[in-house]
């Protein structure tokens, strides 16, 4: 089974270039990040006809993400509230950035974590207080399910490897010690880093910045991950960053991260 995560910047800006890659690389999953649209605006047709079920949760012009699966997904869920219920949640669920199903024996969460603009900022607290929630949830998902693969545009560079520079960026959102703090908490909760297990070196990316010339000089970051429970990172049988779709005309500046497991 192959799971790809991709942030597209608009799946009606990219929808051909997504209806192109996945011609070319039919996977049984697809999550997709910041697909910028309502649910009754969603271009559906185009991919429901080429054999994919779609599951999405979106808002006008800002965030929104969406999974598509070959077969049916069940218990589907948006957000985090029909998990840990209104009261924890609160204002967090205003901007959709989670969503989860399962096929098979393996749930799919798909996120799209905050950006946090500048740090110390109230985007920043807003990221680290999302992240907090996220734990729970985390939490929750693994006290259900064994199998849990948890994907998508994490706005977290790990490490330093992660990232073109890390000294001229140091003080940057993404990078600061509480962001990775609070992901690292998450992983503790029985997680691993699908393409570490088959990538050690550096200089590996999934996003680049549009301005400079940023992906053809490879001043990237690894920000866009595959994290997976024990019984899931032992099925794991690859993961790669494919960059094809980053020279094509008009890309996104995420391009697609593919998991393959065993079945």
């Keep these: 089974m192959k799971i790809a995560t991709w942030n597209v910047n608009s799946i009606r800006t990219r929808q051909q270039i997504v209806l192109d890659w996945l011609e070319a690389n039919p996977v049984e999953v697809l999550c997709l990040q910041e697909t910028k649209v309502v649910d009754d605006k969603f271009p559906r047709s185009p991919f429901e006809e080429v054999g994919y079920h779609l599951y999405t949760s979106g808002q006008k ?6 999974i598509f699966s070959r077969r049916p997904m069940k218990d589907v869920t948006s957000g985090f509230t029909e998990v840990l219920g209104g009261d924890a949640v609160g204002e967090f669920d205003e901007q959709k950035r989670a969503i989860a199903g ?24 807003y990221k680290l207080n999302w992240l907090k929630l996220l734990q729970e949830y985390v939490k929750n998902a693994l006290e259900k399910s064994p199998n849990l693969c948890i994907c998508g545009d994490f706005n977290i560079v790990p490490e330093d490897r992660d990232i073109h520079d890390a000294e001229a960026c140091r003080n940057s959102v993404g990078l600061s010690p509480a962001e990775r703090q609070a ?11 699908a393409f570490r297990k088959f990538t050690s070196e550096g200089g590996h990316y999934s996003w680049w910045d549009y301005r400079a010339a940023g992906f053809k000089r490879n001043r990237g970051w690894r920000i ?3 994290y997976l429970s024990k019984p899931l990172y032992d099925r794991a049988k690859s993961c790669i960053i494919d960059k094809e779709p980053r020279t094509w005309v008009k890309p996104s500046d995420h391009t697609p991260v593919i998991l393959e497991l065993d079945c």
Excluded at 61 to 66: D, E, L, R, T
Excluded at 116 to 125: E, L
Aim: avoid cysteine; hydrophobic fraction near 35%.
């Design 224 to 226: 866009d991950h595959h």
């Design 102 to 125: 399962t096929i098979d024996d393996i749930r799919i969460i798909n996120l799209y974590v905050p950006n946090g603009a500048s740090v110390g900022s109230d985007k920043y607290d």
């Design 61 to 66: 012009s800002y965030n929104g993400v969406a």
């Design 183 to 193: 992901l690292e908490e998450i992983r503790k909760l029985g997680l691993a880093d």
